[in-house]
């Protein structure tokens, strides 16, 4: 039994960070993304009899240490398929792992989707948005494409807590320009960042408590297509979950100099009449939005600051699917 799915990675403009629950994996505050088409997983995923365990090779490597989690997750869709069987799963990423680049939302949406394929599962997109957030909270957004709102919900068992689109990528084609610092794996999953926070930063309560204004006004700013409203929100939002983890103890200082660099910058791009704005996700890659006529402009300035290796330029992309 194979299938093969194909999701996109995303970026949060209102972020999430902290969780309700941590075994369904149920966030504590709402989000709100853009699926980037130019970043992707693609996963195929084998269930056998003869197999006694499951294996997973991800861009080419055999990865025991994250076979536990893959484990639990695939238990989710074979209790679903009624079936005990064992899968092996191979992934690529077209993009750095592991580094704040989103690389667990579109995984975990592609491996869902592939598994619910092999297993003939005929499940809806929010069904997949909720299998998928059990791997990684920002997943249930990749399962859709353009900008995507995740709810937190109220149910214990995690049942509204589910993405679900806002406007298609066509309806805002925004580009996303991206400044890399570090291509290495980050050393603390946002799992365990998380946690860390929500335990010890004075700021915590005080991310939660604001987020509902954020999301409604990051909501609104998109319905509206008013990009100057968007800016300033989501670089708050942004700031203001990096000033959580900043006050964790340990402190997780996710930015590089040139990470800072580079919000200047942006601001600075602003500042002269580009419309253009940041965001960071949990590492130090940069993120800067733009419409796609000032791209160019906004992608040469950051490729031109020391210490950034690297820049990739995305449109928004579409739902996630079976290959
Ligand atoms: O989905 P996770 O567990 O990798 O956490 C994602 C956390 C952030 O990327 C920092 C924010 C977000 O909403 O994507």
Redesign the pocket.
Known sequence: MKGSAKARA???LA???GKLDSALNIPVVG?I?ITLDALWTETEVEFNNSYDADTLVLNGEVRKDLIEHATKFLDLLRIYAGVKTRAHIVSKNNFPTGA?L?S??SGFAALAIASANALKLDLSQKNLSIIARQG????A?SIFGGFVE?HAGQNPDGSDSFAEPIIPSESWPLEVVIAITEKREKVI???VG?TQSSLTSPYYLGWVKTSTKDLSAIREAIYARDFERLAEVSEHNCLK?HAVTMTSQPALIYWKPATVACIHAVKELRTSGVPVFFTI??GPQLKAICAPDNSKKVQEVLQSIPGVLDTLVTGLGADAQKT
């Open positions: 995303n970026i949060a972020k999430y960070w989000s993304s704040g989103a667990s939302a990684s909270g920002s997943a957004r995740m999953s946002s799992r998380m979950m996700d949990a």
